[in-house]
């Protein structure tokens, strides 16, 4: 047994590759085949807050919440052009002013909100009513309903991350409006957080909740915050990440929800961490703090509020160079790729 060698003439192929592409067909062994490592269209970037703030103000200026049903503005990767920041993963800046609602819905992707302006506003998910302050994050999970109101007398504005380019592409997706603007709200506020907000406590009285994503909706960033800095006065952290907390669903360990996975850190003063990547994306919220990461080779300068984006297998390293602590939120793609038995992770060399 060996290799076979056919010597053909250009012309035959050329015939043959144009009857293939008359019966849409490819011949696989021309090209688009399996490359060694990830590669990703998608490019390291920075959204500025000083860029995106006074965009989602003019928004609310020119377009209302009945013309909208989101007043969102979805952040895009210079080379997935009216895409998503990440190819799985969407981040957005939305935005609610005094008074408005963002009407009741429901839909097959997963969704958070991490609060970055306006302490008051709520949203209510399944009926229950989860408050919002600067840092805090709230989930909206997979069919679950919910809508948002801003009863404060200043805008209202968050970073939403959802897992909709991904269901898309797995051709899954499903959406419903409520049949009214917005839900009754029902058991007494934050019932979630009441229930299984206090880490391995849960109501004894009820059955644990059948679904697989976190039965917590809410996590406050004060509670976080004190979590990060127990940690960084007790432990040296990771050598990758600084002080690294996942927010976690709380009956199981894992991650918030199936398909994303949601993390909170702290860059103490001068710290400067490893380079390491993953099979996975990542966006990225500065909560607090200035400082930059190295992705890929290129510098991301980030300050207060800013969003930046890491493609996947790509290195990255954090610097916060400033003396005071940084605090990074950040969500990422990583339960989808374990579930398939293709995540995998690696330290740079040297």
Known sequence: MKLSDI????AELQDYYAQLRSQHITPAWIGGGITREPE???????????????????????????????RVLRLTNPELPGQSASNTMVANIQI???????????????????????????TVVNGARLPMAPGDLVL????????????????????????TPLVRM????????????????????????????????????EAAPATRYSPLWHYPMSQARAALERLAAERSGSPFDGIIL???????????????????????????????????????????GRGYS??????????????????TWTFREHVNDSDRPAFLFSFTDAPVMKALDLYREEAKAG
């Open 294 to 311: 190295i992705v890929g080779g290129t510098r991301l300068d980030w300050e207060d509020k800013d969003v930046f984006t890491v493609p």
């Open 40 to 70: 990703s269209k998608a490019v390291p970037w920075v959204w500025h807050w000083r860029d995106l703030r006074p965009q989602a103000m003019r928004a609310a200026q020119l377009v209302g919440t009945e013309q909208a049903e989101r």
């Open 140 to 163: 909206t999970p997979n069919w679950t309903w919910h809508d948002h109101a801003n009863d404060t007398d200043g805008p209202v504005i968050w970073l939403d991350g959802l897992d």
């Open 246 to 288: 996942e927010y976690t669903n709380p009956l199981t360990g894992g991650s918030a929800m199936p398909t994303i996975a949601c993390f909170v850190q702290m860059l103490r003063a001068g710290e400067r961490t490893q380079a390491h990547r993953g099979v996975c994306r990542t966006n990225y919220h500065v909560i607090e």
């Open 7 to 10: 010597k053909s003439s250009e």
């Open 96 to 122: 609610v002013m005094p008074g408005e609602i963002a009407r009741a819905h429901r839909h097959s992707g997963s969704a958070l909100r991490l609060i970055i302006e306006g302490t008051g506003g709520y």
């Open 170 to 205: 797995l051709e899954a997706g499903f959406y419903e409006e409520y049949y009214k603007e917005t839900q009754t709200i029902g058991e007494g506020a934050n019932s979630s957080f009441a229930k299984y907000g206090d880490g391995g406590l849960r109501p004894a009285w």
